[in-house]
Nanobody, 124 residues
Framework: QVQLVESGGGLVQAGGSLRLSCAAS????????MAWFRQAPGKEREFVAG????????VYADSVKGRFTISRDNANNTVYLQMNSLKPEDTAVYYC?????????????????WGQGTQVTVSS
C-alpha cells in the first residue's frame, strides 16, 4: 500500500503561482511513476503531469505545458507540482496518484493509489 497526502492548494489570482506537494508513505516510493490529475466541477478527472521513477522523463497535458513543472524527491518521498501563470480554468481539485512500473499513462484507472485531493482556485 502507498498512502498519498497532498498539500499546497489555495486561492490565488490569475497570473499567480502555487506549489503543490504530495507526500508518500508505505512502499518504496522510487518504484512508482507519479502523476497529478485534476477534476473541476461537472468534469471528468484529467491528467495534468507525470514523472517516471527517477525523474528523467516528464509528460504534461497540452493545457499546462510551459506553465507547470512536475518534480520528485525520492529521498524525501515527495512529488511536487509547480504551477505558474495560473488561469481561472486551472481551478479544480488536484490529486496525486501513483502506479507501479515505468509507464506514464493519462488514464486515471491505470493508477493504483490516490491522495484525497487539494483545492486550487484561481480568481480572475
Amino acid at each position: 500500500q502507498v498512502q498519498l497526502v497532498e498539500s499546497g492548494g489555495g486561492l490565488v489570482q490569475a497570473g499567480g503561482s502555487l506549489r503543490l506537494s504530495c507526500a508518500a508513505s508505505g512502499r518504496t516510493f522510487s518504484n512508482y511513476a507519479m502523476a497529478w490529475f485534476r477534476q473541476a466541477p461537472g468534469k471528468e478527472r484529467e491528467f495534468v503531469a507525470g514523472i517516471v521513477w527517477n525523474g528523467d522523463t516528464n509528460v504534461y497535458a497540452d493545457s499546462v505545458k510551459g506553465r507547470f513543472t512536475i518534480s520528485r524527491d525520492n529521498a524525501n518521498n515527495t512529488v511536487y507540482l509547480q504551477m505558474n501563470s495560473l488561469k481561472p480554468e486551472d481551478t479544480a481539485v488536484y490529486y496525486c496518484a501513483a502506479r507501479g512500473g515505468v509507464l506514464l499513462l493519462p488514464q486515471p484507472n491505470k493508477y493504483n493509489y490516490w491522495g484525497q485531493g487539494t483545492q486550487v482556485t484561481v480568481s480572475s
